[in-house]
């Protein structure tokens, strides 16, 4: 599975005026009739779900169906009001001083379809540049958007719709010119590029691209998680992850998999309403 910008140009350009007039009250508490409109129509999402939280031991109502599409209409909402107010929103870091320090050279960053991945990317403080490896659905949008705005970044996009060798010449320059690159873990693009892992008590598959190029390029590896935990407010999680050199590439690899996938459960059972892997996440072709 790709990752995939979600939501439409008009929707963006809508929410922005929005906010502009109103400000990030009116937007947030908007949420809950957009939110409720697209539980009732997304009943492929509703099936994907029931069976997520099934995993979790919990039996979904739908109330717990809507909050959930409420908490990923608010971190969808927040991935783009960062680029146009990025000093209105607060993220607490449990060593705030260590990113800083890992950021400054060469990483490979694990990120995850989980809460506020994109708002805190958008809000970085390292000086580093961020190249995000995604498929890039709405760039001219976006683009537009960020020049209205005046919106200047160090977060560079590699674009998945450039094709497999585009895709691994870019990650290649980028760490040579000692980068930080990051890749979803929970998704594949390339199925060739799928590890199976027991996760939540059944077996999934995760993209084990990130952690192969850790390994091969011996660049550190970081995974984090950003959870969304008040108004404008997240909280950012993170493991570094040591990969064994020694060892031979597959071995080594997927214990990598593992320690990340570890902290991925015990993240969501903490934050069950902010995973937004919105399929059959366990169905393996």
Do not use: C
């Amino acid at each position: 599975m790709a990752t995939k910008q979600r939501g439409s140009g008009w929707s963006i350009k809508l929410v922005f005026n929005l906010y502009k007039v109103f400000g990030y009250k009116f937007i947030y508490y908007l949420m809950y009739p957009v939110s409720l409109f697209y539980a009732l129509i997304s009943t492929n999402v509703r099936v994907a779900l029931k069976d997520y939280y099934a995993h979790l031991g919990i039996k979904m109502s739908f109330y717990t169906y809507f909050q959930h599409s409420r908490t990923f209409a608010i971190t969808m909402v927040d991935r783009f009001i960062t680029k146009a107010d990025p000093e209105a929103y607060k993220f607490v870091y449990e060593n705030p001083d260590r990113p800083l320090e890992i950021f400054a050279n060469k990483t490979i960053l694990v990120l995850s379809h989980f809460g506020g991945w994109a708002a805190s990317s958008n809000s970085s403080r390292s000086s580093n540049v961020m190249n995000i490896v995604m498929q890039e659905a709405m760039k001219d949008t976006i683009k537009e958007l960020e020049e209205e705005l005046g919106y200047k970044s160090t977060q560079k996009v590699i674009d998945l719709n450039k094709g497999p060798i585009a895709v691994a010449i870019n990650i290649a320059n980028a760490l040579s010119a000692n980068e930080v690159v990051a890749i979803m873990g929970d998704r594949a693009s390339n199925p060739k590029a799928t590890i199976e892992v027991e996760f939540l008590g059944k077996t999934a598959l995760f993209n084990k691209n990130p952690f192969q190029i850790a390994y091969k390029m011996k660049t550190p590896l970081v995974a984090y998680f950003v959870m969304l935990t008040g108004l404008q407010e997240y909280k950012v999680e993170f493991i570094e992850i040591d990969v064994d050199y020694e060892k031979k590439a597959n071995e080594a690899i997927e214990e990598a998999v593992l320690k990340y996938t570890k902290k991925y459960e015990e993240v969501i059972k903490r934050y069950p309403s902010q995973w937004f892997n919105l399929y059959d996440f366990w169905k393996i072709p």
